[in-house]
Antibody, heavy 120, light 107 residues
């Protein structure tokens, strides 16, 4: 069974940093692009970062570019999101997601999400 | 950036009703359109990819259609368990973008 499990969320003060982790199982991790998607409380979904399996193609949403860094370790089947200079509007549930297929096509599966709260 | 506009933002319908949700892209995205269902407190679930390809295990009352800029998600006979928020997403180009969501409620 394919599974993604996030960790690392919590309460952080504005301007602070946090590192999210996601451990994958049940599929060949290195073959898939991986993503972070977030959802602010009561709001819609927002894609924020992507990295392909070869570490070569990285993309960020404008809202996080320069503050967040996506990385992965294929040997550990792990995806990471380093979040710096956090702001109140970064408060959200952060989901680790995989491409539906090796060629793309949507997000599946999804992790259970980890809540990040930015507040003083 | 490609903007995705969903309508309506909410709909209330009775069990057995046909419900149609529309998603419009600000520019052509071919068939690179995905639909998700999200229930409260849960992660989204992928229902349909490539505009009309139903995922395994998704009830056949769900269907997707469209290409280019205009897409629809149809629930042919609404069931109580279909109460959820539905999102479209374009998988055509970065930045990947979602529609604002459509909340489907049962009368």
């Amino acid at each position: 069974e394919m599974q993604l499990v996030e960790s690392g969320g919590g309460l952080v003060k504005p301007g602070g940093s946090l590192r999210l982790s996601c451990i994958a199982s049940g599929f060949t991790f290195s073959s898939y692009s991986m993503y972070w998607v977030r959802q602010a409380p009561g709001q819609g979904l927002e894609w924020i970062a992507s990295m392909n399996g070869r570490y070569s193609d990285i993309y960020y949403a404008d809202s996080v570019r320069g503050r967040f860094t996506i990385s992965r370790d294929n040997a550990k089947k792990s995806l990471y999101l380093q979040m710096n200079s956090l702001r109140a509007d970064d408060t959200a549930v952060y989901y680790c997601v995989r491409d539906l297929t090796e060629g793309g096509g949507g997000f599946d599966p999804w992790g259970q999400g980890t809540l990040v709260t930015v507040s003083s | 950036d490609i903007q995705m506009t969903q309508s309506p933002s909410s709909v209330s319908a009775s069990v057995g009703d046909r419900v149609t949700i529309t998603c419009r892209a600000s520019q052509g995205i071919s068939s690179s359109l995905v639909w998700y269902q999200q229930k409260p407190g849960k992660a989204p679930k992928l229902l349909i990819d490539a505009a009309s390809s139903l995922q395994s295990g998704v009830p056949s009352r769900f269907s997707g259609d469209g290409s280019g800029t205009d897409f629809t998600l149809t629930i042919s006979s609404l069931q109580p368990e279909d109460s959820a928020t539905y999102y479209c997403q374009q998988a055509h180009s970065f930045p990947l973008t979602f529609g604002g969501g459509t909340k489907v409620e049962i009368k």
